[in-house]
């Protein structure tokens, strides 16, 4: 009998606190929303600087022993079942500074026109790449070069290395013939 008596009842502090509560997660929202917007113009406004920290890491991957160490003694450069798992370093050693020559010659093989695309994202790179590893009668060239494809925007990035003892530079391009993406 006493169910029966009970109805519905609106007090205006329930409004109140509905609307605030609604009010704080809609300004969450907004404030959260402005933040990913600015992060995204940040990143994709300028994307010359997209390609310029591309190829930054690329050559900090490079200069380290890749993962594991000795992967070019355990990947088949023609099977490319046996790349899984592989991080391409040229390093003889984590100081980076001495390079593999079979770790080179592993990895250009791996860069032919047949297996080009799996190995950029064996080295995590979105775009194209070319390597040349330069210096005392080295001239070494990986991946695709940019003057043949009509290159609209390049990331370049040079470390010092040796190979045998002798000094080298390497230089890292990370570029595209598409336009990019500006926000």
């Given at each position: 009998?006493?169910?029966?008596?009970?109805?519905?009842?609106?007090?205006?502090?329930?409004?109140?606190?509905?609307?605030?509560?609604?009010?704080?997660?809609?300004?969450?929202?907004?404030?959260?929303?402005?933040?990913?917007?600015?992060?995204?113009?940040?990143?994709?406004?300028?994307?010359?600087?997209?390609?310029?920290?591309?190829a930054?890491t690329?050559?900090k991957?490079?200069?380290?022993?890749?993962?594991?160490?000795?992967?070019?003694?355990?990947?088949?450069?023609?099977?490319?079942?046996?790349?899984?798992?592989?991080g391409?370093?040229?390093?003889?050693?984590?100081?980076?500074?001495?390079?593999?020559?079979?770790?080179i010659?592993?990895?250009?093989?791996?860069?032919?026109?047949?297996?080009?695309?799996?190995?950029?994202?064996m080295l995590?790179?979105?775009?194209?790449?070319?390597?040349?590893?330069?210096?005392?009668?080295?001239?070494?060239?990986?991946?695709?070069?940019?003057?043949?494809?009509?290159t609209?925007?390049?990331?370049?990035?040079?470390?010092?290395?040796?190979?045998?003892?002798?000094?080298?530079?390497?230089?890292?391009?990370?570029?595209?013939?598409?336009?990019?993406?500006?926000?």
């Amino acid at each position: 009998m006493l169910a029966k008596n009970l109805r519905a009842q609106f007090w205006s502090f329930d409004a109140i606190f509905a609307v605030v509560i609604f009010g704080i997660a809609l300004a969450l929202l907004a404030y959260t929303w402005f933040g990913v917007n600015t992060q995204l113009s940040i990143v994709y406004g300028n994307g010359a600087t997209l390609l310029q920290m591309q190829a930054q890491t690329v050559a900090k991957q490079l200069l380290t022993t890749g993962a594991p160490p000795n992967w070019q003694g355990i990947i088949n450069v023609s099977n490319t079942v046996t790349w899984t798992g592989v991080g391409a370093g040229l390093a003889l050693s984590n100081s980076g500074v001495a390079l593999s020559t079979s770790k080179i010659y592993a990895l250009m093989a791996m860069s032919n026109p047949s297996t080009y695309q799996l190995s950029k994202q064996m080295l995590g790179v979105g775009y194209d790449y070319y390597i040349e590893i330069i210096g005392n009668n080295y001239n070494i060239t990986i991946g695709e070069n940019p003057s043949t494809y009509n290159t609209l925007t390049t990331g370049v990035y040079q470390e010092s290395a040796t190979i045998n003892g002798a000094p080298v530079t390497v230089m890292i391009m990370i570029w595209t013939n598409q336009p990019l993406a500006v926000s």
